[in-house]
């Protein structure tokens, strides 16, 4: 495994990826969808931490996406396993392609 020299924040890689950032955060809210260091916490003040991932973690987060997009039906599957919440749901639905 090579050396992490760099991690980007998920508000970046949802601009990087052209991806809801909140969907982004359900998924990687659960590190079991991701390889073991792919999800960096990024601690930032007394209590706050930031979201943030390896190239690798990138990498594997798009084959997901990608994976899940091969039909509406998987697409519906995989945001309704991973997205708890309706309006992100619902947001994320409306912008993907028919």
């Not at 909140?22 to 007394?46: F, K, M, R």
């Not at 997901?64 to 697409?75: F, G, I, K, N, Q």
Request: aromatic share 6%; hydrophobic share 40%.
């Amino acid at each position: 495994m090579a050396t992490i020299t760099h991690v980007f924040t998920i508000n970046h890689v949802a601009e990087m990826l052209g991806e809801d950032r909140e969907l982004l955060e359900a998924i990687v809210s659960n590190s079991d969808n991701l390889t073991y260091g792919s999800i960096i916490s990024v601690v930032q003040g007394d209590d706050e931490t930031i979201i943030a991932l390896t190239d690798d973690g990138i990498d594997e987060l798009r084959q997901m996406l990608a994976d899940a997009r091969r039909s509406p039906e998987a697409w519906n599957d995989f945001l309704y396993c991973f997205v708890d919440d309706e309006e992100v749901i619902a947001r994320v639905k409306a912008k993907s392609p028919r």
